[in-house]
């Protein structure tokens, strides 16, 4: 049986998989399931199987073409799962040859998006976040340049939304305002 297909993107350390686990716990205790697919772990096995890559850090600095590659293989394992689902993925990535798309027009067509998510928060509170999350290597970067990826991010939003016709959502994580955050896209998604 088909569900709802839901994609969750935001810049590294945004917060966007603390928005999804506890948007699925809230759904669920309202009698929605949804599950939560994550895009880069399905890259993940991909590319540690084939030995390219030992930490799921390693695979934005992979050349564009393997990453073509392995987005290709996650999203046409992804396109099978039935149900409601919500994929966690990246609307863009920054690689050391600049912005690649997350989802390309052929990725875009194994998935099909109902809606599409933004999850966004001011740049500063971003770079505090990245700071004391010890559990990841992310990349350094100041203010400024958070805020150019979340701009290309919701460039990119709208040419997905034209391709698909998917909605386009806007969700703010606001420090220590989880709770909202969730309850906004609990409310769109139920
Ligand atoms: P992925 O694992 O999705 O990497 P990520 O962006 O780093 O995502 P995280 O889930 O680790 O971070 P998050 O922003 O969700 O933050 P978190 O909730 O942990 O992807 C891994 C890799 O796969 C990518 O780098 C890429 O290479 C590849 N990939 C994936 N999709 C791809 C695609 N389509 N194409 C190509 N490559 C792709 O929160 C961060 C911190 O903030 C935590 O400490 C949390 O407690 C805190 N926090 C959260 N919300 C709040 C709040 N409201 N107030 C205060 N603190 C908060």
Not at 36 to 58: H, Y
Not at 60 to 68: P, T
Not at 130 to 152: K, N, P, T, V
Request: hydrophobic content about 40%; overall charge negative; proline content about 3%.
């Amino acid at each position: 049986m088909a569900g709802k297909k839901v994609i969750i993107t935001g810049v590294p350390g945004v917060g966007k998989t603390s928005v999804i686990t506890d948007t699925i716990q809230k759904l669920a205790d309202d009698g929605v399931p949804y599950q939560s697919i994550n895009f880069g772990t399905f890259m993940f096995e991909v590319a540690k199987a084939k030995g390219l890559v030992q930490d799921r850090d390693e695979m934005r600095k992979l050349g564009k073409d393997e990453q073509k590659a392995l987005q290709r293989e996650a999203s046409q394992q992804i396109a099978k799962i039935d149900g409601n689902v919500i994929i966690d993925t990246h609307a863009s990535v920054k690689t050391p040859s600049g912005f690649l798309p997350g989802l390309p027009e052929w990725v875009l067509r194994d998935l099909m998006p109902d809606v599409f998510v933004l999850v966004e928060a001011d740049d500063d509170q971003i770079l505090r976040r990245r700071m004391s999350d010890e559990s990841r290597l992310r990349d350094i970067e100041g203010s400024r340049s958070i805020r150019e990826h979340q701009e290309f991010n919701r460039a990119a939003a709208a040419s997905y939304a034209m391709l698909t016709g998917c909605t386009v959502l806007y969700i703010e994580n606001a420090d220590f305002l989880l709770t909202l955050s969730v309850e906004r896209l609990a409310a769109v998604l139920r």
